[in-house]
């Protein structure tokens, strides 16, 4: 099949990453993927462009803005040129990622007067219904993408045609993320923590609404006890000495928390690789939470809350914990892995066999393969 791949962001916030390793899995079983990403605003790097060339695909250079919000003339121009682009060269199937490249394909689509599917990828947790404009175009769509249970209902409620919804595991990168845990030992070091402790890690960007008070009061609560328990933050954010260093300090948590900053390559893989179980107490930009399968990849157990998909990602006494977002809970999910190594361990293989059977490239674009190809056959029956 010949695709045509959009993604309306030049950052690689949220779902952009995880969009581009579905398209190059594509690529890889052999589909001619051509992909256009967001220009960069003023002297931004091109964040999501490089991406996909550093996954080797083909990427078109069209001139779109392909803003991740809506921009009346940007969007006219750029269905203009989406348009011009289908009609010289008219894909199979036509897969966007964001709301904003979802309205310009589907308005290039009626100016080119094609019949070319569209298939959405709608990466969200199904918390909220989707907006009245936003459900108007998903209702449209020859097939929307989701990555949970809790998003099908949704769209289902909202009047997406349940044939249309497609089910897939949230996509990762498993042997990519394996290759980057280079130097373990080394990262380990760097935490500073306390032989013997339970080295917990949260990869997250530090925002009041990730809920980090709940990480600091389990820390304060476990200290009382006496259990030996150290937190590692891997992420920034502008809100960092409110959220962060201030209330650490206030609790005295200081020789209980190290702040990594933000991490990338070998050094982001090798920090998690390194940790004896990660948590993760709110779903960020990508509700499918990369960064915690990433995790599981490397065969770290997880301690999780009920929000959003981490119910569906961490099975609850196998691969992990879930539980309750309250201080308590999270305190004695924390102390039970800190007073059972074995059962730890245990729950890191099962992890890091979950990451193989359901999350890995292969197997979920074969699913997504399977998808577009009934697409666009029922497109040319029409």
């Known amino acids: 099949m010949r695709l045509l791949w959009t993604v309306a962001n030049w950052k690689r916030t949220g779902p952009v990453e995880p969009s581009l390793d579905l398209a190059a899995a594509l690529d890889r079983r052999g589909h001619e993927v051509l992909v256009v990403t967001g220009r960069p605003v003023g002297s ?5 462009g490089e991406a996909a060339e550093a996954r080797g695909l083909q990427r078109l250079r069209l001139g779109l803005a392909l803003r991740k919000h ?35 394909v589907a308005r290039a689509l ?8 569209l298939v959405r990828t709608w990466f969200e947790d199904g918390a909220e219904a989707p907006g009245d404009e936003e459900a108007t ?16 209902a949704t769209l289902q409620r909202a009047g997406v045609a349940p044939e ?20 373990v030992a080394a990262a380990r070091a760097g935490f500073l923590a306390p032989p013997g402790a339970l080295v917990v ?3 997250a960007r530090v925002q009041p609404h990730r809920r980090f008070d709940l990480l600091w009061d389990a820390l304060a609560l476990l200290r009382d006890r006496g259990a030996s328990v150290f937190a590692v933050v891997v992420g920034r954010g502008t809100s960092f000495h409110d959220v962060a260093r201030e209330p ?17 390559g070998s050094a982001y893989a090798s920090a998690l690789a390194a940790f004896d179980a990660q948590l993760l107490l709110v779903p960020g930009s990508d509700p499918t939470v990369r960064a915690l399968r990433e995790g599981m990849a490397l065969g770290v157990p997880s301690v999780v809350t009920r929000l959003g998909l981490l119910p569906d990602l961490v099975e609850h006494g196998r691969t992990g914990l879930v539980v309750d977002d309250a201080p308590a809970a999270l305190a004695d999910a924390l ?23 359901s999350f890995a490239l292969g197997r979920v674009a074969e699913r997504l393969e399977a998808a577009l190809a009934a697409a666009a056959q029922r497109a040319t029956a029409r």
């Open 44 to 48: 931004a790097p091109d964040e999501a």
């Open 70 to 104: 809506v921009g009346f003339l940007a969007n006219r121009r750029d269905a203009r040129g989406v348009a011009a682009h289908l009609r010289a060269r008219t894909p199979d199937a036509v897969v966007v990622t964001l709301r904003n490249d979802h309205r310009i």
């Open 110 to 117: 009626a100016q080119a007067g094609l019949g070319v599917p």
């Open 137 to 152: 175009l998903l209702r449209a769509a020859a097939a929307v993408v989701v990555f949970g249970a809790g998003p099908a």
């Open 164 to 183: 249309r919804v497609v089910v897939l595991a949230p996509p990762l990168d498993v042997d990519r993320v394996r290759r980057g845990a280079t130097d």
């Open 201 to 203: 890690g949260l990869v």
């Open 248 to 264: 650490v300090a206030r609790r005295r948590l200081e020789d209980r928390v190290r702040f990594a900053g933000y991490l990338r």
């Open 335 to 357: 102390a039970r892995l800190a007073a059972d190594p074995q059962a730890r361990a245990a729950m890191g293989v099962a992890a890091a066999a979950r990451a193989e059977t």
